[in-house]
C-alpha cells in the first residue's frame, strides 16, 4: 500500500494500525502465542479483533513472529507493549519486561529508530529506555517516543478508532512526523493529537486513569449516603453529569472498580508520588475505599437473611471486571465470592466467558451453564458483571427456580419497581431495597415551624 510502513508490534493497537493500511510485525517471546496467532487463533477474549487480524493477514499487511532481530530490518517505528503489572510487595510499576523489550530492540536496532513506549509506564521510564539503547549502541540514532493507550478491554477496537485524542510526548520533529503519519486516519478524523514532552505524556495516562479511578469511587461513596437518606445514585449521577464541567462517564456507581489497570494505576501513581516526597492523599483514599467496597459487597448479600448466610446457596451471575472479556483480574466477583464462602455461604457461578479464568483463582464454586442452571435452588442470587444477557433474564423463571426470590444486583441493572411486582426482595446500589421498610435517616437539625 502507497504510502504504508513497517511497524513492530503485538496487541490491539497492532492489528488497528496494519488496518490503517500500515505493515505490522507483532513479536512476541511466547512460542505458543506466535504459533496460534499464526494458526489464526486469538489468543484474548476481544469482541471484533479476529475479523480485523484476519482480514489484515489476509492482506499480507500483519503477521506474526518471534524473531525480533528480523523485524527491525525495515521497520520504522517499534512499539514497546508489554505488560506493567505491579510489582509483588510494593506496588511499584513492574518494569523488568519494559527493560528487557529495550534491551532486545537496542541489540536489533541497524539505523535510524522511533521507538515508542505504549505500556503504562511511571514518569521518567522513557529516560531510562533511551539511555539503555544508547548505552548499548552508541552508533544508532534512536527518538524514544511516550503513546500512551486509552483503549478499553472490550470496546478496545471502537476505542483505537474513535479516540477523545492521541498523546505523542516528544520533542523530536521526526518523532512526532513520522506519530502523525501513522496517525493519520485517525487525525482525518478530526482526533485531537496531544504533542507534549515525554514525561508529560507519560503521567498524563497515569493522571487520566487515577482520575477515572475517583471518579467511580466518588459516586460509589455517594451512593451509599443515597442508600441511607433515601435518595436514587442514579438520579444524583444524571443530576451532576448534565453539568458540562462534571460530565455523565463512569458515573455508574457498582461494587468497585476491578481490571487489570485502574487498581494498579492508582497504586503505582501513588507511589511514584511517594518517591519525589508528594503524598496523594486522595487517590490514597481511592485505593483503601475501593479495596474495601468489593469484599463489603458481601454483606449487602448478608444483610437481606439479617446477617445469616451460613448454609445458604447464592448464585453469582458475572465474575469478569466488566461485561465483553474474559479478564478477572482485580475483578470485585473474587473478593465477593471469598467473603461469601468466608460467611458460610455455598457458591454457583455462571459466566459467559470468564469462567476458565475464574476456575483458576476460585476454589469451591459450583460452575454452571447457563444463568437459569446458575440459580436453580439458590436463596440469592447477585448480580456482579452487566453482561447484555443478564439484562433481559426471565425473571419469572428466575424467581420460580429459585428457593428464595432474593436479588443483589450489584449493577443497578433492574428497576426495583419491576423487581416488587415480580416478587423479589430486591437490592441495589445506592437505591432504596425492596424487601424493608423504608428508614429515613433523620436530619441532624430542626426546623422551628412558626404557628
Ligand atoms: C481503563 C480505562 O477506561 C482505559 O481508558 C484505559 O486505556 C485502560 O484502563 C488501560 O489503562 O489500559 P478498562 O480497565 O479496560 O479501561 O475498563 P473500564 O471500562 O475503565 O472499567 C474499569 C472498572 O471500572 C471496571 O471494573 C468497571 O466495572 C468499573 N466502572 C467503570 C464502574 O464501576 N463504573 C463506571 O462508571 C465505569
Request: aromatic fraction near 6%.
Amino acid at each position: 500500500m502507497q504510502g504504508s510502513r513497517k511497524y513492530a508490534n503485538c496487541n490491539v493497537s497492532g492489528a488497528c494500525i496494519a488496518d490503517f493500511g500500515h505493515h505490522v510485525i507483532c513479536v512476541d517471546k511466547d512460542n505458543i502465542k506466535i504459533s496460534a496467532l499464526n494458526a489464526g487463533e486469538i489468543p484474548i477474549y476481544e469482541p471484533g479483533l479476529d475479523e480485523i487480524v484476519q482480514s489484515n493477514v489476509r492482506q499480507g499487511r500483519l503477521s506474526f513472529t518471534t524473531e525480533l532481530s528480523e523485524t527491525l530490518d525495515e521497520a520504522a517505528a517499534v512499539f514497546i507493549a508489554v505488560g506493567t503489572p505491579s510489582r509483588r510487595g510494593d506496588g511499584h510499576a513492574d518494569l523488568s519486561y519494559v527493560y528487557a523489550a529495550t534491551r532486545e530492540i537496542a541489540l536489533a536496532l541497524k539505523r535510524f529508530t522511533v521507538v515508542i513506549t505504549k505500556s503504562t509506564v511511571p514518569v521518567g521510564t522513557g529516560d531510562e529506555i533511551e539511555r539503555i539503547i544508547r548505552e548499548l549502541r552508541p552508533d544508532i540514532d534512536v527518538a524514544v517516543v511516550s503513546n500512551p493507550e486509552f483503549l478499553r478491554e472490550g470496546a478496545a477496537i471502537h476505542d483505537f478508532k474513535h479516540p477523545d485524542r492521541i498523546v505523542v510526548g516528544t520533542h523530536d520533529e521526526r518523532a512526532r512526523a513520522l506519530l502523525a503519519e501513522i496517525y493519520r486516519p485517525l487525525y482525518l478524523n478530526r482526533a485531537p493529537i496531544v504533542y507534549t514532552g515525554r514525561r508529560t505524556a507519560e503521567l498524563i495516562k497515569y493522571a487520566a486513569n487515577a482520575f477515572l479511578a475517583t471518579k467511580i469511587t466518588f459516586i460509589n461513596e455517594i451512593a451509599d449516603l443515597c442508600e441511607r437518606v433515601g435518595a436514587d445514585v442514579q438520579e444524583v449521577a444524571c443530576g451532576i453529569g448534565l453539568d458540562n464541567r462534571i460530565g455523565p462517564k463512569f458515573l455508574h456507581a457498582g461494587p468497585g472498580f476491578g481490571g487489570s489497570c485502574f487498581p494498579k494505576d492508582v497504586r503505582a501513581l501513588i507511589k511514584t508520588a511517594r518517591d519525589h516526597d508528594v503524598p496523594m492523599r486522595i487517590l490514597e483514599a481511592v485505593e483503601t475505599v475501593n479495596d474495601t467496597r468489593k469484599r463489603a459487597m458481601a454483606r449487602k448479600v448478608s444483610s437481606v437473611f439479617a446477617g445469616l448466610l451460613r448454609g445458604k446457596t447464592v448464585a453469582v451471575l458475572g465474575l469478569t471486571f466488566k461485561p465483553n472479556t474474559d479478564d478477572v483480574r482485580e475483578a470485585p466477583s473474587l473478593a465477593l465470592i471469598t467473603a461469601l464462602q468466608d460467611m458460610g455461604a455455598r457458591v454457583r457461578a455462571y459466566d459467559p466467558v470468564g469462567m476458565e479464568q475464574a476456575k483458576q483463582v476460585l476454589a469451591d464454586v459450583t460452575y454452571c451453564r447457563d444463568p437459569y442452571d446458575c440459580v436453580e435452588e439458590a436463596d440469592a442470587v447477585v448480580i456482579v458483571t452487566e453482561w447484555e444477557q443478564f439484562r433481559a433474564l426471565d425473571l419469572e423463571r428466575v424467581r420460580d427456580l429459585m428457593a428464595c426470590p432474593v436479588m443483589v444486583d450489584l449493577r443497578n441493572v433492574y428497576r426495583p419497581e419491576d423487581m416488587k411486582k415480580y416478587g423479589f426482595a430486591y437490592t441495589s446500589i445506592g437505591r432504596l431495597p425492596t424487601h424493608e421498610p423504608v428508614k429515613l435517616v433523620d436530619a441532624p437539625f430542626s426546623i422551628a415551624a412558626a404557628v
